[in-house]
């Protein structure tokens, strides 16, 4: 299965290569049937018997200084190997609800727990935070992720540095007062999907010394406020220590207008996921970056989310001792029953 993975991975070389140009013309249309029918959801991303469960906290409520007035609701995975003696590593999804939809195309609960068993990743809390919103506003659901009702908008698609002075300043301090998180930016890694994902992405751009590891699926890096903007700001600026997976599909929004079949390219989803690689390969990051054949969906990034965090935490610490017992068995629950 490795050598499959290795294989997906690096046939997107060439088709970096191929974007050197702006696309002058609309996309041709889409095949007739569903590419997202092709996506399904693998052993990593069910229960598997025999494997710990660990615990899904919360809701939570976190008010906001960064936009007054709102507030962000959280839940936090705390896997049943954590031992709060021990500084655990830290991984944090935006759209926290799409994250922990157990019925749902991401299932992250059951990822984490899989991976964690047999030391694919490391010991890891987790937390899934939902937009911000006004007490009156609803709460964004797997159906309805919130960019009429809530700060969403706002909060994921702009440029600056005010959602990521909710993750470091607001909610950091928080678990920290109830978690044994390591220190390190190197351990702390951050997702989403869409909107999401570009959210996550700023996070690290703006603070690389408090989060270095980005997940994308389908990053919303268009002109919905200027996102478009990060593959020439890679370029123009210093190499930041961010290590980031870029997922995306070529028939993901491709910046075809409805009414009048106008193409607008920086509004062509795939093309400015492809640009923003391009970018990051050039400027030497540690890029990886998977082009399926999906829409607007996270049915393509479900799948491989368990090879995703493979990858990001591939370099996790791990004993070599042949003589260590503990490290060659599954890591089981430090939990009495």
Known sequence: MLFMRTLVISAAVPLLASAQQPAQNPPAQPPADNPDSHYQIGPDSLPRDGVAKGEVRGPFTLPSSAYPGTQHTYWVYVPAQYDPKVAADLMIFNDGQAFKNMDGDL?????????????????????????????????????EWGDRTTNRPTEYNTLDDKYARVICDELMPALKKDYNISPDPERHGIGGASSGAIAAFTVAWERPNEFRKVLSLIGSFVNLRGGDAYAGLVRGNPKKPIRIYLQDGRNDNRGVRAGDATYDERRDWFLQNVRLAQALTEKGYDVAYQWGMGRHSQKHGGAILPDMLRWLWRDHAVSTDPSDKVERSFNTSIRQP
């Open 107 to 143: 299932r992250a609960p059951n990822v984490l727990d899989n991976l964690i068993d047999r030391r694919e990743i490391p010991v890891m809390v987790a937390v899934f935070i939902n937009p911000g919103r006004r007490p009156d506003q609803p709460e964004p659901t797997p159906q």
